[in-house]
């Protein structure tokens, strides 16, 4: 895949970038009073609220599914969904099968992730922001190299985004290249 370079940023995608990382470090995301889900899709809402965006406005009661999906489907009904070449700061980077969501021991779960891209680095490797777990950290994702975790000479090309089990199946990834589904920006 010929993945990514970096586009030019308009303000509110140069604002949403630096929101995200703003909370970096943290465990939590607090906007204009509003405490989010500290999960990865509350963490996302969270950031795209400070710029008066609501990633689940139209989408009605959550039936069973995730809010990884919710904000999937509000991107593709208000902007649209991509793969690159070109990424803006500020868009989504959505996953899957970064955990087993439906419980079957089978890496067939889609939508299981979500983090917002900071930039690009000149070789193409994508970081971005996300909350996992450990609290709301920054990541790195090279779709041209999606099988490397690090380099030879110790540079990380792709972090883990899924934990190792015991009870993974064959073909489980781990890496965030491995288990990139899409990007997502929304009209400015």
Avoid at 2 to 15: F, L, V, Y
Avoid at 39 to 52: E, K, L, N
Avoid at 157 to 171: A, P, Q, V
């Amino acid at each position: 895949m010929s993945c990514c370079a970096m586009a030019k940023a308009m303000p509110r995608q140069t604002a949403l970038a630096k929101t995200a990382v703003r909370f970096v470090g943290q465990s939590r995301i607090q906007i204009g009073g509003r405490s989010f889900n500290p999960d990865c899709s509350g963490f996302v809402r969270g950031v795209y609220a400070s710029q008066r965006v609501d990633l689940y406005s139209g989408l009605g009661e959550l039936d069973g599914g995730n809010g990884v999906g919710r904000i999937y489907t509000h991107v593709m009904e208000h902007g649209r969904i991509h793969y690159g070449p070109t990424v803006h700061p500020g868009d989504l980077v959505f996953f899957h099968n970064t955990w087993d969501f439906n419980g079957d021991g089978l890496p067939n779960d889609p939508l299981t992730h979500i983090g917002v891209v900071e930039k690009v680095e000149p070789d193409g490797t994508v970081l971005f922001v996300s909350s996992l777990s450990r609290g709301i950290e920054r990541y790195r994702m090279n779709l041209q190299h999606p099988d490397i975790h690090k380099t030879a000479d110790g540079r990380v090309f792709n972090d883990f985004l899924r934990r190792k089990r015991f009870s993974d199946g064959m073909g489980t990834h781990y890496l965030a290249g491995q288990l990139f589904a899409a990007f997502g920006t929304l009209s400015p």
